[in-house]
């Protein structure tokens, strides 16, 4: 998978969230709202990786890069101080930080309702304040 297949499938994977939960399917929506989130960072990820060579310095790069977990893909694409800095300048964002975070690949398997599936995709797709339009700058 290349740069531009992981954009698009994040790009992709919130618009399948939001029609989701436009038809009321709460699970479905809230899984693929954060595999938006993840898709979105792995493609920051390929970009750092394209732009330092950090997978020729250490050995054991790819195999970190498997993860699912939002946090972790933040470190490998190095954007973690970045990050930091922009939650702290804004509370919205460090929010919505929060509420990705509790987002993991075994969602898939969980129900979820109305309000945790609105509450994650408000929190990846705000305009102003969300994780994807901020991962967007980075990749």
């Not at 990050?83 to 929010?95: E, H, L, T, V």
């Not at 945790?116 to 339009?133: K, T, W």
Request: one cysteine or more; hydrophobic letters at 40%; glycine letters at 6%.
């Amino acid at each position: 998978m290349n740069l531009v297949q992981l954009q698009q499938l994040a790009e992709d994977r919130i618009l399948d969230a939001q029609s989701l939960l436009a038809a009321s399917r709460w699970s479905g929506a809230y899984y693929l709202a954060g595999y938006a989130v993840e898709c979105g960072l792995k493609a920051c990820v390929l970009n750092h990786i394209v732009s330092t060579g950090v997978i020729f310095q250490d050995k054991k790069y790819a195999e970190r890069c498997w993860t699912h977990r939002p946090e972790e893909l933040v470190k490998l694409a190095d954007l973690e101080a970045v990050r930091g800095i922009d939650a702290a300048s804004d509370p919205a964002f460090a929010a919505h930080w929060l509420t990705v975070e509790g987002w993991s690949e075994h969602s898939r398997y969980e129900s979820k309702g109305r309000l945790e599936a609105q509450q994650l995709i408000d929190a990846v797709n705000d305009p102003s304040h969300g994780v994807l339009p901020w991962i967007r700058k980075h990749w």
